[in-house]
């Protein structure tokens, strides 16, 4: 059974950096797609970046394309999420969820962790 658990959240200043990590057990990391998405209290759940089964990625939100990187250590069953140059915006409870390709359709990732809030300020 799948279950992906997320960690690394927390209180960063405004320019500062996190590196969150996403942690899948069940089955072997290398079979599945992994994506980050992140929801702002008041709005919708919005897709960050996905790793495939490859370890090749592809950015869902062109908003943050260079200031947030996501990698994996099949090793570890582990997906990171690398944020720099954090913002004010980027505060909200960021997910991790898996599924057999990379898709900006949420709808259409089965399994998803509980979340890790992220909150930017000065």
């Known amino acids: 059974q799948v279950q992906l658990v997320e960690s690394g959240g927390g209180l960063v200043q405004p320019g500062g950096s996190l590196r969150l990590s996403c942690v899948f057990s069940?089955?072997?990391?290398?079979?599945?797609?992994i994506a980050w998405f992140r929801q702002v209290s008041g709005k919708e759940r919005e897709g960050i970046a996905c790793?495939?089964?490859?370890?090749?990625?592809?950015d869902l939100a062109a908003a943050v394309t260079g200031q947030f990187t996501i990698t994996k250590d099949n090793m570890k069953n582990t997906v990171y999420l690398q944020m720099d140059w954090l913002k004010p915006e980027d505060t909200g409870v960021y997910y991790c969820?898996?599924?057999?390709?990379?898709?900006?359709?949420?709808?259409?990732?089965?399994?998803w962790g509980q979340g890790t809030q992220v909150t930017v300020s000065s």
């Open positions: 790793i495939r089964k490859s370890g090749s990625v592809t």
């Open positions: 969820a898996s599924h057999a390709y990379c898709t900006e359709d949420s709808s259409k990732y089965r399994y």
């Open positions: 069940g089955l072997p990391l290398a079979d599945y797609a």
